[in-house]
């Protein structure tokens, strides 16, 4: 079965930068679309950032400009490179892959952006 771990949230001040992390356990990622989702409390999950297999990248107008999505293939992990943070960005980041069927959810990696 597939593990999905995402790590690097925190708590950080409006303005700020995270890098979140995401491993997966065995080559998963490969040939594969991948993206980030984040979930804030009482609200449905929601697409942040998608990379495809071939490097191409799509955001969600909320974050264009600020977020950053990555992958390496070698290493099974995908990242998030968040600048310029605000508030509304405080969520529970996960990964997955783009398409589904998805992969388990991991736990997630919690995001708090203080003003």
């Known amino acids: 079965q597939v593990h999905l771990v995402e790590s690097g949230g925190g708590l950080v001040q409006a303005g700020g930068s995270l890098k979140l992390s995401c491993a997966a356990s065995?080559?998963?990622?490969?040939?594969?679309?991948m993206a980030w989702y984040r979930q804030a409390p009482g609200l449905q999950r929601e697409l942040v950032a998608s990379?495809?297999?071939?490097?191409?990248?799509n955001y969600a107008d909320p974050v264009k400009g600020r977020f950053t999505i990555s992958r390496d293939d070698a290493k099974n992990t995908a990242y998030l490179q968040m600048n310029s943070l605000k508030n509304e960005d405080t969520a529970v980041y996960l990964c997955?892959?783009?398409?589904?069927?998805?992969?388990?959810w991991g736990q997630g990696t919690q995001v708090t952006v203080s003003s």
């Open positions: 997955n892959l783009r398409y589904p069927p998805f992969f388990p």
């Open positions: 990379i495809s297999s071939g490097g191409n990248t």
């Open positions: 065995g080559s998963v990622f490969r040939f594969r679309a």
